[in-house]
């Protein structure tokens, strides 16, 4: 079965220090692979994704991600993270004979200043 | 550009009413459409998905029904509500055509409370 995998309910980051949220992922075939941000109460907004190329992507806000098939993972990042950045994180996989993205049970970021 | 817009953004239903959400999207034609659950641990599940009138796949039994009456409203109905619906509903969009990894946009949501 198809599935992704947030490995971290919360990640705490002090404002200014690099961050990692971790996704593995688990799809046949080539993945196409995503990260979305939620605000409180609010819709998942899109940061960036990957289907084919480079394996660094540049997204949305400073975010980027890379991709690594060999441990299947496509962590997202950021070099100087803001509290502004606190949010919950979705990484999604699809691909292969998944017609529809599978998203992860999402990371809570936390920046504190 | 293209634009999502859900309705209502909040919801008290008792148990045992109907529930009506109702979704449009702007600026495309023909899209994919999703209607997904978000429960209060955060996960995010697949109701259903259009790929066009009339045509809706559900991804999971339920208690919930959808309906797509013209090429970008995605009606979410249910004739009885039960307590366990209780959630935040996201409408969503991509272009249309095969999976081909489109983006999924998201609408801002509809909290909905069974009481």
């Known amino acids: 079965a198809q599935s992704v995998a947030q490995p971290e309910d919360q990640v705490n980051v002090a404002e200014g220090n690099p961050l990692t949220v971790k996704c593995t992922y688990s799809?046949?075939?080539?993945?196409?692979l995503f990260w979305y941000v939620q605000y409180p109460n609010r819709g998942l907004q899109f940061l960036l994704k990957?289907?084919?190329?480079?394996?660094l992507v540049k997204g949305s806000y400073g975010f980027e991600a890379e991709f690594n098939k060999s441990q299947t993972s496509f962590h997202l990042k950021k070099p100087s993270a803001l509290v502004s950045d606190s949010a919950l994180y979705f990484c999604?996989?699809?691909?292969?004979?998944?017609?529809?993205?599978?998203f992860g049970k999402g990371t809570k970021l936390s920046v504190k200043p | 550009s293209q634009t999502i817009h859900q309705w209502p953004a909040t919801l008290v239903q008792p148990v045992g009413s109907p529930l009506s959400l109702e979704c449009t999207v702007e600026?495309?034609?023909?899209?994919?459409l999703y209607w997904y659950r978000q429960a209060a641990g955060r996960g995010l599940q697949l109701l259903f998905y259009?790929?066009?009138?009339?045509?809706i796949s559900s991804e999971v039994p339920q208690n919930l029904s959808a309906s797509r009456p013209q090429d970008r409203q995605f009606i979410l109905s249910s004739k009885k509500l039960l307590l366990s619906d209780s959630g935040f509903y996201l409408c969503?969009?991509?272009?249309?055509?095969?999976?081909?990894?489109?983006?999924?946009?998201f609408g801002e949501g509809s909290w909905l409370t069974v009481v």
């Open positions: 999604a996989a699809g691909g292969g004979s998944q017609g529809n993205l599978i």
């Open positions: 259009s790929v066009g009138i009339g045509q």
């Open positions: 799809v046949s075939g080539n993945p196409y």
């Open positions: 600026g495309t034609s023909n899209p994919n």
């Open positions: 969503a969009w991509s272009v249309s055509g095969g999976w081909s990894g489109n983006t999924i946009y």
């Open positions: 990957y289907i084919t190329g480079d394996n």
